[in-house]
């Protein structure tokens, strides 16, 4: 008799918790949030519609959301007070914020969360505290790196970037570790652009030097003759939200506004009367140029020696975006040599310029105006930056994945309300197939068939796929694996998963009819699991009345609710079995939860499904197994 307990598989199975969003939270104002949300379900409870859970930390570490205002208290300190680590609620979610951010913001968190505000740390001092935090919330002066992440020993469950440009953030090491990383990319595009306009019209107009020179005591009225802005041809590089804003205050000046940006629609240029054109013709007919986009390996250092070479002479050249996007040492040749007029720069390579380096030669120039990175410092944007990320991280902390997570992709709130089951279905069968699996080879072959009436393109499964993966790795390794990370998980451990859709007419309405998941090329310890194939396991499932079933084992269809733990085993079709393994139960105060028999013909063999609420004991197991009936058992943990 071959009678396997799945006890080595169950016992890695990890238990994790959701972070659900309570109804405290959403009158906080959370449900702006879900509107534009992605969610993500664990596998241990149904999620509220429309949110499903994007980080789930152990047990110990969950967040239990409710209104708790902890003492911790925005200090610049470098460490907690005794009393904010003493008066700590365990139960919720601890959060760094190591930037300045505002007092709406640093409120909302301490709702939900203990906060510790600790500025000015260096990176040192960040990689030693890290893995006390399960969310660091930056502005543009942290560099969260990959030895941050590294340094959190995967504790660190999100990244919030209260402002928009996120280069100081490796997204990659981010995803990689199964961060989520979210900006706040609207709360100061109008600041940005605001101070945008002011480089622009106080560089044209020599105002800074002007106001130097007379706190000098001087009166040098001929030395600052400005430049006139009206008529002069401004040119927008990056017609995002910063740059259609400058361009429309632009054209307010009187200016004529030309954009270059390789991936804005022409209708929206358009509608603001400003003219897209090719990267070259902006510069060869700017008279100024104000640069708005943001700094990737594209746009590095993409103003340089060649590009000013194809500027007019005497243009004026203005930096809120990122001093990246520059070559600093070409800007300044270019200064020098008369092609670049003046420059107006808030932003810069080394933030703040040392001594010797460009940075701070240009800050010196007598041609360049600077300001400190100050495009989102008005009180009006920091407060909203502050809010708008302390939302995010919340939600995400709750389970949501926020409308602004920048490595996670985006699914519409209306398909994760519709999918919300399925996705539990998906975890579940990816976390009892790989249970199923005998022998240390590993799963690398992973085939999931849906079975749905609906076009390719109406059927997003991203969030299947993912979470079939979480199931699939989870329960035999110590990974955490979410929306985030899971395709590079995959992808690190070999494990291919293919996908592939089966036309049905039924289902009316629903999203799909069933979801199969095969393990090919694998020993099963539960042999009659093996479908047509051989060295398989196919198990099949389905979702009714809004609860997952299992629908199938092998080529044995079972109806089993996919709640609590399950035996499966193989017996001889015969009167009395039911009763022999009801009894053995019972004396062991087991409840079963749902029971399915599914026999191949009458007096052969059947598999047999039955849900438990309890876990069985080895000795349980080993009574069931010991009934001369059964061929094969075994117990595996949902
Ligand atoms: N100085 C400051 O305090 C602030 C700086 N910023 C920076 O301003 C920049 C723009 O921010 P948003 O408008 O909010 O971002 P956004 O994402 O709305 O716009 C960026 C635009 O740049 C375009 N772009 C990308 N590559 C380009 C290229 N090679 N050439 C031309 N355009 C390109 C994109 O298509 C996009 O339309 C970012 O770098 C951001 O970090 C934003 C806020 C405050
Ligand atoms: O939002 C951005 O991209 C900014 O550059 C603002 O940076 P800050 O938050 O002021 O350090």
């Known amino acids: 008799m071959a009678m396997v307990m799945g006890k080595s598989m169950t016992a890695n199975a990890k238990h994790t918790l959701q972070f659900a969003p309570s109804s405290t939270q959403k009158s906080q104002g959370k449900h702006r949030l879900l509107a534009s949300s992605v969610a993500f379900q664990t596998s241990s409870s149904l999620i509220a519609k429309g949110t499903t859970t994007i980080c789930t930390l152990p047990k110990s570490r969950s967040l239990a959301v409710k209104a708790v205002v902890t003492n911790s208290s925005a200090t610049v300190s470098k460490t907690p007070t005794e009393e904010a680590v003493k008066t700590r609620n365990p139960d919720l979610a601890t959060v760094l914020v190591a930037e300045k951010l505002g007092e709406g913001g640093l409120d909302l968190l301490r709702k939900v969360s203990n906060v510790d505000a600790l500025y000015n740390l260096t990176n040192d001092e960040l990689c030693e505290k890290i893995s006390n935090y399960d969310a660091l919330i930056v502005r543009s002066a942290t560099k969260v790196t990959r030895k941050v992440f590294q340094a959190s020993n995967g504790r660190l469950k999100v990244v919030g970037r209260a402002g928009v440009g996120i280069d100081n953030v490796d997204l990659d090491a981010a995803t990689e570790l199964g961060c989520l990383v979210v900006n706040a990319p609207t709360a100061n595009t109008v600041a940005a652009a605001e101070h945008g306009i002011a480089l622009l019209t106080a560089m044209a107009r020599n105002a800074a030097p002007a106001d130097a020179s007379m706190k000098s005591g001087k009166w040098e009225r001929s030395k600052y003759v400005g430049v006139s802005l009206v008529d002069k041809t401004l040119a927008v590089m990056g017609f995002g939200k910063v740059g259609s804003e400058v361009a429309r205050k632009a054209k307010g000046l009187g200016m004529h506004v030309i954009s270059h940006d390789p991936y804005a629609s022409a209708d929206r240029a358009r509608a603001i009367g400003v003219e897209l054109v090719s990267f070259d013709e902006a510069l060869a007919r700017a008279d100024f140029i104000s640069l708005h986009m943001p700094l990737t390996p594209t746009t590095d250092k993409i103003f340089n020696d060649d590009t000013f070479k194809k500027c007019k002479k005497g243009v004026r050249l203005v930096n809120v975006a990122r001093g990246g996007v520059i070559d600093e040492e070409a800007l300044l040749r270019a200064i020098d040599s008369g092609v670049v007029a003046q420059a107006a720069l808030d932003v810069f390579t080394t933030e703040p310029p040392k001594e010797g380096d460009s940075s701070w030669a240009l800050v010196q120039h007598k041609n360049v105006t600077a300001t400190p990175h100050l ?264």
């Open 375 to 638: 495009g989102a410092s008005t009180v009006e944007a920091q407060e909203g930056v502050a809010v708008e990320i302390a939302e995010a991280v919340a939600g995400a902390l709750a389970g949501e994945l926020a409308a602004t997570a920048v490595n996670a992709p985006m699914v519409p709130a209306e398909v994760i309300t519709e999918l919300a089951p399925y996705v539990t279905l998906a975890e579940k069968l990816g976390r009892l197939a790989v249970q199923l699996v005998s022998g240390g080879a590993g799963v690398k072959q992973v085939k999931v068939v849906y079975r749905s009436a609906r076009d390719d393109g109406d059927l997003d499964t991203r969030l299947l796929r993912a979470m079939i993966t979480k199931g699939l790795i989870e329960p035999v390794s110590s990974a955490f694996i979410n929306l985030v990370n899971a395709d590079y998980v995959a992808k690190q451990r070999g494990l291919k998963i293919s996908e592939e859709r089966e036309a049905s007419v039924s289902a009316a309405g629903a999203p799909l009819e069933s979801v199969s998941v095969t393990i090919a090329d694998v020993d099963s310890k539960f042999a009659s699991a093996t479908g047509d194939l051989t060295r398989s396991i196919t198990l099949e499932g389905k979702v009714k009345d809004g609860v997952p079933h299992l629908s199938k084992v092998g080529n044995f269809n079972v109806d089993v609710s996919l709640e609590g733990s399950i035996i499966f085993y193989r017996q001889v079709d015969q009167p009395g079995m039911i009763g022999k393994v009801g009894s053995i139960l019972g004396e062991e105060n087991v409840n079963i939860a749902f029971m399915s028999v599914g026999r191949t013909l009458r007096g052969l063999d059947a598999i047999v499904a039955i849900g438990t609420d309890e876990d069985l004991s080895k000795a349980t197991i080993q009574k069931l197994a010991d009934i001369p009936a059964i061929g094969e058992l075994v117990f595996l943990k949902l």
